[in-house]
């Protein structure tokens, strides 16, 4: 009986014990540590990145075989069709040379009413049938109708259509990159893309309507990755936002379609490497970092593809947020995370919208007042 007694009490106690949790005590916040803190290793000051920076540039372009690409040809820019939309813009549908033999086509809009020289964009469409066509409003998602929505608000915008894509659909069909290939066997998309989209600069470069020094780069998808990997490429662009741009090579279960054997391939020379369980030697946040201190936003959802994937992205950012602490310009840094899944909702265009015009109109545009001034 006493022994009986003694449990009962014993299990009151201890039930009163499992109703009181142990105090939650005050403590400093913890240091996030994580697989991404590879990009500052040894890295302590300015001159050390920049240092570290030239190593990556050059790395990055090895990845890309950028060594491979074609010598530059004129432009030869034409003009196929020009209308004006609802009187707000002027949209002229052109193609020009990227190759000898081989031109691009692209959407260039150019507000009506323009007083000087206005910022640019170049426009970049995801992996759509539409192409260039859902970014000019035409037919697709008009949520994606990224020329149509920054020509209004005063932005002079190259929407170029992806090279095997629009009016050059490959004979296996759209997205399509074995021909690409086929003549160009020791180059990769990646660097195709990024060739082709520097020169979608030089058209805008060309226009007497653009502030040359304020271009900017952003895209959706295939497009949104095509942003990074394009500001990373070329320096001339003063900002980027990626919106759902592709996942990184390090913890992802499913990193060979970066070099897939059949339909887009983005990095074929690295598929027997990717196949043999390695990596190269650089990886997206080493990429993203080599915009800085250029401003870049990154806006993706946590629901878009592998979850435990997508939640390594928070923090791949926040080591990328560290060059930016690191060279003294933190304001030029921004990224959104989401659960609306692979699309551009209406807060995410107003906070892209936003994070241009920060960056590449006069600052009186952004400005705010107080009533009676």
Known sequence: MMILRALLLLGIASAANAETPAPRLRSDPPVIISSWDDLLDGVKTRDD???????????????????????KVPLDLKVHEEVEVEGQYRRLYISYQVEAGERAHAYLGIPVGLKGKAPAVVALHGTTAEG????????????????????????????PEHFVSGERIPAKGAYDTSAFYEKHPKWTAVGKFNFEHSIAVDVLLARPEVDAANIGVMGHSLGGHGAYYLAAYDDRLKACVCNCGGSFLRHNPQVEAWARDRWYVYLKPIRPLLLKGQLPDIDTHEIIALIAPRAFMDVSALNDGIPLTQRQRALMLLKIADVYELIGRPENFAFFIHGRGHSVPHESRELIYGFLDMHLKPAEVTQTRLLGQ
């Open 49 to 71: 990145w920049e240092k570290h920076r030239a190593v990556l540039k050059q790395r990055y372009l090895e990845l890309i075989r950028d060594q491979h690409k074609p010598t």
């Open 132 to 159: 260039t066509k859902q970014t000019v409003g035409i037919n697709g998602n008009p949520d994606k109708a990224f020329l149509d929505h920054l020509c209004r608000r005063g932005y002079v915008v190259i929407a």
